[in-house]
Antibody, heavy 119, light 106 residues
Framework: EVQLLESGGGLVQPGGSLRLSCAASGFTFSTYGMTWVRQAPGKGLEWVSAISASGVNRYYADSVKGRFTISRDNSKNTLFLQMNSLRAEDTAIYYC????????????WGQGTLVTVSS | EIVLTQSPATLSLSPGERATLSCRASQSVSSYLAWYQQKPGQAPRLLIYDASNRATGIPARFSGSGSGTDFTLTISSLEPEDFAVYYCQQRDSGWTFGQGTKVEVK
């Protein structure tokens, strides 16, 4: 059974940093691209960042480019999102999701972790 | 950036009725279009991929159609558990979600 478990969310002040983790199990982690998607309170889904299976290729939404860094540790089946220079508008539930293949949909999602940026 | 526009924003229907949701892309996304369902307090769930293929375990009352720029998600007969928010997402160029359609009880 595929499982994705996010952690690392919490309350942080504007300008602060946070590192999210997503522990994966139930599939061969090193062969699938992974994605972070966020959802602000009461709002829709927003794609944040994606990383290829090898970790070589990384992609970012314009809203987080230069502030967030996606990475992965295939030896530990874990996905990361380093978030720096956080702003109030980054407040959201952050979901990690598994890509099903080349240009494929997000077939499995974690339960999400809440990030609140506030003073 | 490809923009996805979903309509209507809200659909008010009764159980047993047919639901038709639309997703329009600002440029062609071929068939790289997926639909997700999200219930309150839950993560999204994949329903349809490649425009018309049902994901594993998804009931046959859910169907998808379209290609290029115009796509439709149809729920043939609404069950009580189908009242939720539905999002389309394209994967032809980058990743984009539509703003969502809420299917609510009339």
């Amino acid at each position: 059974e595929v499982q994705l478990l996010e952690s690392g969310g919490g309350l942080v002040q504007p300008g602060g940093s946070l590192r999210l983790s997503c522990a994966a199990s139930g599939f061969t982690f090193s062969t699938y691209g992974m994605t972070w998607v966020r959802q602000a309170p009461g709002k829709g889904l927003e794609w944040v960042s994606a990383i290829s299976a090898s970790g070589v290729n990384r992609y970012y939404a314009d809203s987080v480019k230069g502030r967030f860094t996606i990475s992965r540790d295939n030896s530990k089946n874990t996905l990361f999102l380093q978030m720096n220079s956080l702003r109030a508008e980054d407040t959201a539930i952050y979901y990690c999701a598994k890509e099903s293949g080349f240009r494929g949909p997000l077939d499995y999602w974690g339960q999400g972790t809440l990030v609140t940026v506030s003073s | 950036e490809i923009v996805l526009t979903q309509s209507p924003a809200t659909l008010s229907l009764s159980p047993g009725e047919r639901a038709t949701l639309s997703c329009r892309a600002s440029q062609s996304v071929s068939s790289y279009l997926a639909w997700y369902q999200q219930k309150p307090g839950q993560a999204p769930r994949l329903l349809i991929y490649d425009a018309s293929n049902r994901a594993t375990g998804i009931p046959a009352r859910f169907s998808g159609s379209g290609s290029g720029t115009d796509f439709t998600l149809t729920i043939s007969s609404l069950e009580p558990e189908d009242f939720a928010v539905y999002y389309c997402q394209q994967r032809d160029s980058g990743w984009t979600f539509g703003q969502g359609t809420k299917v609510e009880v009339k």
